[in-house]
């Protein structure tokens, strides 16, 4: 296959491109680089089937020759990010959604769009199903990253119904990794290098706020997996291992050794969900799909990522 991926540059877009070049595809990876790095995939540049395009989403897309699928990856995706950049952020899902599905419709190649276990907001029901239809405030801070990606659901829909295109949907819950940026301001990122620097982890609020938090690796999988499936509706790609703020953070001070405990800080951003968590039913019925890798090998594989980062700066011995 001959694959587009918007947002290549970025922590997901990086892993997938490594995964559809080893799968033996050619890998196209657009960025505007705002929060992407072309460090993310600096060793893949001598790769004879991958090329990359500083190029942004939201302009017109030309690709010459042809195209077997578009994975639209684009967007900011932390909190912090996306309150910084909110404008890019609804136009990237938005009218970005509405370029490459055109560029879709146009090759022939199949459509799958990196949405979101936002569009289930602060919910009401819980776990959340891909049947529940979420609880978001619209006019809210995160409203501008919730409501571009149920906008690009819909439009993908749209396309699929209306020209038949070949769409799929991942609603991916919170996923860490290597190549996270370390001030991207989210919970990993930021605990991490915390712990590294034995100073107290910042939980916000009460800590009582609950995530479940999957390693890249199984997001991948489940990514190359619903691509080759037929399935259109919406398919949730998360762990269902579900902990408050606060375990989480007693897990990332245990696995460094870090003594220096935690500090609670009045910093939770407004409508910040207070729980979520992933009915996978659909992907273990459909794709054959579940997270392999524990909370503590994924946390023991992105720790020493991290360290190196930090060493690099030279903000760590
Ligand atoms: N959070 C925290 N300390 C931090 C950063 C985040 O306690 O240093 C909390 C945040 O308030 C939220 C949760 O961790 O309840 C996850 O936040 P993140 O920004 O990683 O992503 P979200 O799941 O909210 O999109």
């Given at each position: 296959m001959r694959v587009l991926i918007t947002g290549g540059a970025g922590f997901l877009g990086s892993h997938l491109s490594e995964r559809f070049l080893a799968e033996g595809h050619t890998v196209i990876a657009m960025d505007n680089l705002i929060t992407g790095s072309a460090d993310n995939i600096g060793h893949l540049f001598?790769?004879?089937r991958f090329r990359f395009m500083k190029h942004d989403v939201t302009d017109y897309i030309y690709i010459d020759g042809p195209l077997d699928a578009v994975l639209h990856f684009a967007s900011p995706a932390s909190p912090v990010d996306y309150l910084e950049l909110p404008i890019q952020t609804l136009k990237v899902g938005a009218l970005g959604t509405h370029k490459v599905l055109g560029l879709a419709k146009e090759k022939k190649a199949r459509f799958l769009l990196a949405s979101t276990s936002e569009v289930y907001g602060d919910p009401q029901i819980h776990p959340q199903s891909e049947g529940y239809y979420g609880h978001v405030n619209?006019?809210?801070?995160r409203g501008v990253y919730d409501e571009a990606k149920r906008f690009a659901e819909a439009m993908a829909m749209a396309y699929h119904r209306t020209h038949g295109v070949e769409t799929r949907i991942v609603r991916i819950f919170n996923t860490y990794g290597?190549?996270?940026?370390?001030?991207?301001?989210?919970v990993v990122p930021n605990f991490i290098q915390q712990a590294l620097r034995g100073e107290p982890l910042t939980v916000?609020?009460?800590?009582s706020q609950t995530r479940s938090f999957q390693y890249v690796d199984d997001l991948v999988e489940g990514v190359y997996r619903l691509l080759q499936s037929d399935f259109a509706e919406p398919v949730n790609i998360g762990n269902p291992q579900e902990r408050t703020i606060e375990e989480f953070a007693q897990i990332i001070n245990e696995l460094t050794g870090n003594a220096a405990g935690i500090i609670r800080k009045d910093m939770r951003t407004q409508d910040d969900p207070q729980v979520r968590q992933p009915d996978i039913t659909r992907a273990r019925t459909i794709l054959g799909w579940e997270p392999q890798v524990s909370v503590q090998e994924g946390l023991q594989r992105t720790i020493p990522w991290f360290r190196s980062q930090l060493q690099q700066l030279g903000e760590l011995a």
């Open positions: 001598g790769h004879e619209p006019i809210g801070p290597p190549r996270m940026r370390l001030r991207d301001g989210r916000y609020g009460d800590g």
